[in-house]
């Protein structure tokens, strides 16, 4: 019997992966084999004797047999030493180095190194997400030493179905795939990309307890637009321009059913796709497959929880959520999904009815300006956004005006950034923001990385007023506002969700994700804060909670999923039993399920 870790469900048995039942000359093959093998068994020091004897490695390691809690200690020594050598470096070289003794870690011992991850997770994911993962990203060619997940390209086209046998775990639950067409915010990255399905995925180990061993990053390397990439020797991917059209489909297709044929169970995320693929692909394969986009409809679900805490950081009800003005700068793929499940929202509360789908709280601005029936040429889930003129248009504003120009006239309650510009909440529109019609004017700069945050909590506080709220996409420092005051900065992160998400859309096994599903976790982290938190500005759980916050979000889709009749069910809990769960017991439940990383004898007498 072989095991590692400690998960409820029966731990993968890979084909190459499986360890050796007896004396194993073959844990070196395999090694050899298949990069990511080793890691995933190790124990380096820790191995006891007698499995050193039973393993063929008497010899291979130095003779003292250290504790985990002792490997634990030597890596978080080694950890903090770095960072104390590289204290006034850049922010760039330190980001850099924490991420590369991390990635050593995982190479050479995965269960330490998410052990680590888990214990550590306020510390540890500015450095494997947002924001250190986009430098990864942006340098990765030159960073790579070993692989991590699959590659899919345009020129494996007709390979696929027999190519996704070549993973050597038996079981996938859980896929984060991209393009790299749009990076967080930093545009086409081509193949390097991949760095984000693998920051994602350490997410949802971390967050949502999934088996290492049964997530698996993927990048469809379909080209990239990117001159810079096609220049560089070192690129990895496929140097050509980006597929288009059916062409494009035609791969993404294929790649859908090969992992659909493999492991049908498996939910698939798909992750920072340029905006007409995001929508074209959710709409395409969201009935057929176990899918969402994390970008749109995750993001969407974290906003909305964000826009519910400003309401009641006023001292209002949520059905004010109805009354509040809200512009948003960025009508890209996250922007557009938040507000198409904010007016959702919206349309669900009593009274707004009378008014319906006409309802337009929103003022919504791209590169171009604020965006209004005039402007030409409108994408259709654009257009539903659009401002229109006439007496009942108050402020009458023209196309194109410019964000300052839309504060100062609207003063909306929420100022909300998705536009992957740096900055452009700037002063002038942040003291625009002073005079808006709330009394806890609300500023969330959720792009990403850090760079292209639209402002810092530090500009909201001194421009906006210490009554300000402040949220962001990538972690920053709480502000000190003296007399023992704070500002908070809160993480406005779809990492919040998509966690909870994957995990309850896993353990349900629902045939796909529905709407209610979505709104059930966005509904479920938005009542997660106390009313004493939301009075202070604290919008979100800390980034430390995130298991315990996963826990109640996973219980909170699997529940609607079984109200609406979509699960069929996960391992040996069928739909009827899942049925029958409480609230609590559902939250223990999918607690229960969650792996965490202890070493485990590798091989045992049966
Ligand atoms: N905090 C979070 O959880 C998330 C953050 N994001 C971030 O949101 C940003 C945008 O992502 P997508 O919507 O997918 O990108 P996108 O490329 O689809 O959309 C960007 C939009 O911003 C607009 N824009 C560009 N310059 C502007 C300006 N000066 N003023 C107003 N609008 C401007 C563009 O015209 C476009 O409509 C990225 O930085 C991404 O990292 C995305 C998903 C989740
Ligand atoms: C957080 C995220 O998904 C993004 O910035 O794209
Ligand atoms: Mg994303």
Redesign the pocket.
């Known amino acids: 019997m072989v095991q590692q870790g400690r998960q409820a469900c029966e731990p993968t048995r890979g084909r190459s992966r499986s360890p050796p039942r007896s004396r194993a000359a073959g844990l070196i093959d395999a090694v050899s084999a298949y990069p990511g093998f080793h890691s995933v068994w190790a124990q380096d020091t820790a191995f006891p004797m007698t499995e050193r004897d039973r393993l063929g490695l008497r010899g291979l390691l130095p003779p003292r047999v250290m504790s985990f809690e002792q490997q634990y200690e030597r890596f978080i020594n080694s950890y903090r030493s770095l960072e104390n050598n590289t204290r006034g470096e850049p922010d760039s070289i330190v980001a850099l180095a924490k991420w590369r003794i991390l990635n050593r870690l995982h190479d050479r011992n995965e269960t330490l190194y998410y052990r680590v991850l888990i214990d550590n997770i306020k510390d540890f994911a500015p450095i494997i997400y ?1 924001p250190t993962v986009g430098l990864v990203c942006e340098n990765y060619s030159g960073l790579f030493r070993r692989p991590r997940g699959m590659y899919f390209s345009a020129k494996d086209k007709g390979e696929m179905m027999s190519m996704i046998y070549n993973w050597p775990a038996e079981k996938v639950d859980m896929i984060v795939v991209t393009d790299g067409s749009r990076i ?2 930093l545009g086409d990255l081509g193949v390097q990309g991949i760095g984000i399905p693998i920051g994602k995925l350490d997410v949802y180990v971390a967050a949502a307890g999934i088996n290492p061993q049964k997530v698996l990053p993927i990048m469809l390397d379909v080209g990239t637009n990117n001159e810079k990439l096609l220049e560089d020797k070192l690129y990895l991917g496929l140097r050509q321009p980006r597929l288009e059209g059916e062409e494009y489909l035609a791969v993404v297709d294929e790649f859908m059913e090969a992992v659909h044929a493999r492991w049908p169970k498996a939910v698939v995320q798909f ?2 796709f340029q905006m007409k693929w995001a929508f074209e692909t959710l709409q395409r394969y969201r009935n057929r497959f176990c899918m969402f986009n ?2 749109v409809q995750g ?1 969407a679900g974290v906003a909305l929880a964000g826009l519910l805490g400003a309401v009641r950081a006023q001292g209002r009800p949520l059905q004010d959520f109805t009354n509040q003005k809200i512009v948003v700068a960025g009508a890209g793929s996250a922007g557009i999904g938040v507000l198409n499940m904010a007016k959702q929202a919206m349309l669900r509360m009593p009274g707004i009815h009378r008014t319906g789908e006409g309802h337009n709280q929103f003022w919504v601005l791209d590169k171009d300006g604020l965006i209004t029936k005039d402007r030409e040429g409108l994408d259709s889930a654009v257009a539903r956004f659009a401002r229109g003129h006439g007496p009942d248009e108050i402020p009458d504003l023209h196309e194109g005006a410019s964000l300052v120009e839309v504060v100062k006239k609207v003063k909306p309650h929420v100022l909300l950034g998705l536009s992957g510009v740096g900055g452009i909440f700037n002063e002038e529109v942040l003291k625009a923001m002073k005079e808006s019609d709330s009394p806890r004017p609300a500023v969330f700069a959720m792009s ?1 990385p850090t760079t292209k945050a639209e402002c810092t909590p530090d500009d909201v506080f001194k421009h906006v007023g210490e009554n300000a709220i402040f949220a962001s ?1 990538s972690p920053f420092g709480n502000i000190s506002l003296g007399n023992g005051k704070t500002g908070y900065a809160n993480q406005a ?2 990492m919040y969700l998509f966690p909870g998400i994957g995990l309850g859309a896993l353990l349900s096994g629902a045939r796909h994700i529905s709407d209610g599903m979505l709104q059930a976790a966005a509904e479920c982290l938005a009542s997660y804060i106390t009313d004493n938190e939301i009075r202070k500005g604290i919008l979100f759980p800390s980034v430390s909670s995130i298991r315990h916050i996963t826990a109640q979000v996973g219980a909170a889709v699997v529940r609607a999923a079984v109200s609406e009749d979509l699960a069929e069910g996960c391992c040996d809990v069928g739909p009827r039993e899942l049925a029958s769960m409480s609230e609590l017991e559902t939250v223990d439940y999918v607690a229960r399920k969650m792996w965490y990383p202890v070493y485990s004898p590798l091989v045992s007498d049966k």
Do not use: A, F, I, P
Request: overall charge negative; hydrophobic content about 10%.
């Open positions: 947002t967080l915010g992750e920072d994390d970008d993001t990403n996409g992160n779809n």
